[in-house]
């Protein structure tokens, strides 16, 4: 056996080391040590980042990027890009391919930075005046949303115009450098580029966002106005996009959210998985509720897998719940990893790792795991399942016709304002003021990001799914659904979010499964 195994080798090795040519070994070593660096300074990053998030130190990432100046450039881009043409080995290919993924985006990250710091910058000072007085901009989506009166929220809204026309001439300038760079980086358009390094058809996309809203439509309307109702004065007829912050409040179920129950809630959901959170030394959770803190949750993945940090300020609600059970998810993720390579612990497109964090968000509004995990009587746990079924509709509503926007702006279509308000008002059920228009720029998620977060929610659900095919409608409760995952989350970011989905069996990412759960969530709570 071993003399024929030798004798096959031999020739074959000798063969990839031909293909291989001298000018190929270069250039790899060449990548190898950009790869060193680039660990280095996404390490530095996030170290930085968890530092001002929890203890309120100054931030000054711009410092990191100066000190590796060298790292992002055309050149380097060119060799990674080179080097993936010449790869034999279909690994090494991916590789290379993530790598020159993060490149491009860090790259135009980098030639953008001045202006995005401008916009943030005049975000961050610049004024409103509300009846008189000076409101800083950052605050007004919070005054929108405490404010009870139709009619005042109404002048909140259109008070912001001014300062929108101004962001909007600076946002026109980034939009118009991201096609610029896109062309210094050899793609013919925006949309080629995204296409390329995402690995999306943009097209086809298109038709799913498209069948999305025309098969949820009915549904969501009914929804809508169940949701409508519980609000005097306001119906379909004269709700405008200023009145959607009170349809998301949740204050009528805080009280079965309490703050001291958050971190208990996590450990005993994943305890019944098999999966001991609490063991983990590579996994920190700091639930301090220190001033300093800021009060949202976030995973920061210093080194994966073995230093990954969670930051919590338990407070309660459900909202709470969500953000904590969201990034648990992503912190089971890249500390279970078994990857060494950087770019498949670090630089995957992000469909994969938002999957598992919806996955662990949507389990706190499990029917079952409801009724095990907090006091609500049948009649509130129905509610909180129809509010969650609504609220879940309305965002994949919205990142739909947020995505064809996107499509429509990057394509160059004409008047993108009109197009914008159009199709979000379509989509979302309210109707239509001039202001809506002027939002266009200040509402867009570069890079479709907006597809990223559609793809990870239709893959949760798909996953989902097999969870309850596999481990039962109460998956949660079974130690082999923690293997599975174990599996699942041990690959990092080895698998896109197509490869994924057909590792469970399916040809690729679909929005079936999930309009399937949200009509099964509507049946179960349909009085």
């Not at 990674?80 to 279909?90: F, G």
């Not at 961050?124 to 901009?137: C, E, H, L, N, W």
């Amino acid at each position: 056996m071993k003399k024929t195994f030798l004798t096959l080798a031999v020739p074959f090795i000798a063969l990839c080391l031909s293909s291989c040519g001298p000018g190929h070994r270069e250039n790899m070593a060449r990548i190898d040590s950009l790869r060193v660096s680039a660990e280095q300074l996404i390490r530095a990053q996030s170290q930085m980042g968890w530092e001002n998030w929890v203890f309120g130190k100054m931030s000054n990432q711009d410092s990191l990027y100066k000190s590796n100046v060298d790292l992002f450039t055309l050149q380097n881009i060119e060799l990674v890009k080179q080097a993936e043409l010449d790869e034999p080995d279909s690994t090494q290919r991916k590789r290379l391919h993530y790598f020159k993924r993060y490149l491009s985006m860090e790259f135009i990250g980098k030639q953008i930075a001045a202006l995005t710091d401008s916009v943030s910058n005049v975000e961050s000072t610049i004024m409103v005046k509300v009846a008189g007085k000076d409101v800083p901009y950052r605050q007004i989506p919070s005054l929108l949303a405490k404010e009870k009166s139709q009619e005042k929220r109404a002048e909140i809204y259109v008070a912001v115009d001014p300062v929108l026309d101004s962001l909007n001439t600076m946002l026109i300038r980034v939009e118009n450098t991201y096609q610029q760079l896109s062309r210094d980086l050899g793609y013919p358009s925006y949309n080629a580029m995204l296409e390329e390094l995402k690995g999306i058809d943009l097209d086809e996309f298109k038709r799913v966002c498209e069948m999305v809203l025309a098969d949820t439509k009915d549904l969501y309307m009914q929804l809508l106005d169940e949701q409508l109702s519980r609000y005097p004065g306001i119906n379909r007829g004269n709700f405008h996009r200023y009145d959607t912050s009170p349809l998301f409040r949740s204050e009528r179920f805080t009280a079965f959210f309490r703050g001291d129950s958050m971190m208990p809630a996590v450990l005993r959901t994943y305890a019944g998985m098999g999966i001991d959170i609490g063991s983990m030394n590579n996994l920190q959770i700091d639930s301090e509720p220190r001033e300093t803190k800021n009060p949202r949750a976030v995973c920061f993945p210093i080194e994966v897998p073995s230093d990954v940090r969670l930051s919590i300020k338990p407070t309660g609600g459900s909202d709470d719940f969500s953000a904590l059970f969201h990034e648990v998810g992503h912190g089971l993720h890249f500390a279970s990893t078994t990857e060494h390579a950087i770019e498949f612990k670090y630089m995957g497109e992000p469909t994969v790792t938002e999957t598992f964090a919806f996955l662990s968000e949507y389990t706190f509004s499990n029917q079952a795991w409801l009724r095990q995990f907090t006091s609500m009587p049948t009649k509130d746990l129905k509610d909180f399942v129809r509010f969650h079924a609504f609220y879940r509709l309305y965002y994949i509503r919205r990142y739909s016709a947020k995505f064809l926007y996107e499509l429509h702006l990057h394509s160059g279509g004409p008047s993108p304002d009109k197009a914008y308000a159009e199709l979000l008002s379509d989509a979302t059920g309210y109707l239509p003021v001039p202001s809506d228009a002027k939002r266009y720029l200040t509402d867009l998620d570069p890079l479709y990001y907006s597809a990223g977060y559609l793809r990870a929610w239709f893959l949760e659900a798909q996953l989902s799914k097999v969870l309850s095919e596999k481990f039962g409608a109460n998956w949660f409760e079974n130690h082999e659904t923690g293997e599975f995952l174990r599996g699942l989350w041990a690959r990092g970011d080895r698998l896109n979010g197509d490869e994924l989905a057909m590792s469970l069996g399916y040809d690729g990412i679909h929005p079936d499964d999930l309009i399937a759960r949200v009509k099964a969530m509507v049946l179960f709570s349909t009085p």
